[in-house]
T-cell receptor
């Protein structure tokens, strides 16, 4: 099922570097989301978008930014990577109809050294 | 913010046993969802519930949307080794955002 693709699957970077994680979906979904998954915290929302040019902060948005220039892509940027941002990052999308379920990508495992 | 309490955190069962897990919230949700996550992969939707009191099955899985709209449970009958994974509940309120529970890690011994 290649409807939503994240890249890279694994990334190692150094503290202070800027990092961008890619998310691309081919379902023409209006809504896109970024979550991080950490042991003991489950999935926490970082940023989300309800359409082109729309972006919103989630519960753990500090140190992250997103942009939505087209329907298919929502890249996540870590402006200055910190060790606390070592995590597994998941992108998800949904059609935008009321209360439509999210569909997830396979994740990017990011390590900040 | 909204929080979901999912229990148990982990379960160790024998193949063939039934499993039950649940989620509760202090907030009302309009939709309850159950996802399963296999190692190295993203969560995959198992069951979606849209109405209070709704009981829905998907093969050996059954889930219910609580009458109060503040809870949901997931049952797995006659567990098999491939049921191993982490199960997440999620609730949707008035927006498209999901609030997730912290997951139930299921181990099935053959």
């Amino acid at each position: 099922d290649a409807g939503i693709t994240q890249s890279p699957r694994y990334k190692i970077t150094e503290t202070g570097r800027q990092v961008t994680l890619a998310c691309h979906q081919t379902w023409n979904h209006n809504n896109m989301f970024w979550y991080r998954q950490d042991l003991g915290h489950g999935l926490r929302l970082i940023h989300y978008s309800y359409g082109v040019q729309d972006t919103n902060k989630g519960e753990v948005s500090d140190g992250y930014s997103v942009s939505r220039s087209n329907t298919e892509d929502l890249p996540l940027t870590l402006e200055s990577a910190a060790s606390s941002q070592t995590s597994v990052y998941f992108c998800a999308s949904s059609p935008g109809q009321y209360n439509s379920p999210l569909h997830f990508g396979n994740g990017t495992r990011l390590t900040v050294t | 913010g909204q929080q979901l309490n999912q229990s148990p955190q982990s379960m160790f069962i024998q193949e063939g046993e039934d499993v039950s897990m649940n989620c509760t919230s202090s907030s009302i949700f309009n939709t309850w969802l159950w996802y399963k996550q296999d190692p190295g992969e993203g969560p995959v939707l198992l069951i979606a519930l849209y109405k209070a009191g709704e009981l829905t099955s998907n093969g050996r899985l059954t889930a219910q949307f609580g009458i109060t709209r503040k809870d949901s449970f997931l049952n797995i009958s006659a567990s098999i080794p491939s049921d191993v994974g982490i199960y997440f509940c999620a609730g949707q309120g008035g927006s498209e955002k999901l609030v997730f529970g912290k997951g139930t890690k299921l181990t099935v011994n053959p």
